[in-house]
């Protein structure tokens, strides 16, 4: 057999590899969303803001979406109740944001 037969024969195998691999990649990396719950979140998942939440307690993380941190505080906070902080890439919406945020 020739090369290119091997080629061919493991170019499905390495096309997969390559679209997989930024999704394993995302799902790895540290959340960019981080927020507090002021009550424990009832479900382990939430969908919000385009993007998908996971909640323990009263915490809940996510990866970045295409909103601002405002949008998705609120579109989170419709979902999982009040929110007492929240974070994204590690800064924290100011009171009064997280009071709209909250509205």
Do not use: D
């Amino acid at each position: 057999m020739s090369i290119t037969h091997y080629a061919r024969a493991l170019a499905p195998i390495f096309a997969a590899a390559l679209f997989a691999a930024p999704a394993l990649a995302q799902t790895n990396a540290a959340p960019f969303y981080r927020a507090e719950l002021a009550a424990p979140a009832t479900a382990p998942r939430a969908i919000a803001g385009g993007v998908i939440w996971q909640c323990s307690g009263t915490t809940c993380t996510a990866a970045k979406g295409n909103s601002r941190p405002l949008v998705m505080c609120a579109r989170l906070a419709r979902e999982a109740g009040p929110i007492t902080s929240f974070t994204a890439g590690g800064e924290a919406l100011a009171a009064e944001q997280l009071a709209r945020c909250n509205r």
